[in-house]
């Protein structure tokens, strides 16, 4: 097989890589890869810290700050299916963690029998630190780089099956010369 064979063959195969990736990431491009969460904190706790047994949790006010590993920041109003921890059927501090993805952060709430101003001088006497506590793992939601990646490989190949088309002209001219 001479060189002008060989090369529009490999231009060929290039062509096909090149149009094969090109569908790929075209079917893909409405998908997202995750995103790391570098962090999740509690941006608003809520205004409310005592309940009565019985009595219903209320995220109302409620927010977690999302930090993603991009540095892009979201805020996402709490709901009831992230949280862990919330018993009002038993007296006491209640440290309820705040789940996302598989991040978490904490909060406290007490459950009374009533609301006294005792209830306040008895949280005062208990040593608790009621900073929301973060955890530093990896959760599954954001926008992530596959798309670019692939276009990226696109590009890559169109500038060698470009290359390679220069290359096989100018040895056809070369030959049509002599």
């Known amino acids: 097989m001479n060189k002008i064979t060989f090369l529009k063959r490999t231009i060929a195969v290039i062509s096909v890589m090149a149009v094969v990736l ?16 570098k962090r999740v904190d509690i ?3 809520p205004e409310k810290s005592e309940y009565l ?13 999302i930090t993603y590993e991009n540095g892009v920041k979201e805020d996402v109003k709490v709901t009831p299916d992230m949280i862990e921890g919330f018993d009002n059927t038993t007296l006491g501090v209640k440290l309820l963690t705040v789940n996302y993805g598989n991040k978490s952060a904490a909060y406290s709430v007490w459950i009374v029998e009533e609301y006294t ?24 939601t954001g926008t992530g780089s596959t798309t670019v990646i692939i276009v990226a490989v696109i590009a890559v190949v169109a500038v060698l ?18």
């Not at 099956?161 to 002599?178: Q, W, Y």
């Open 43 to 45: 941006k608003a706790q």
């Open 161 to 178: 099956a470009l290359i390679l088309t220069f290359i096989m002209r100018g040895k056809k001219r070369g030959e049509d010369e002599l």
């Open 53 to 65: 047994i019985g009595e219903e949790l209320d995220l109302s006010d409620t927010y977690l700050e």
């Open 117 to 140: 101003s005792e209830t306040e001088t008895e949280r005062e006497t208990i040593d608790f630190d009621p900073t929301p506590a973060t955890s530093e793992a990896v959760s599954e």
């Open 22 to 37: 090109a569908v790929y990431a075209y079917a893909g491009a409405g998908e997202t890869a995750p995103l790391a969460v």
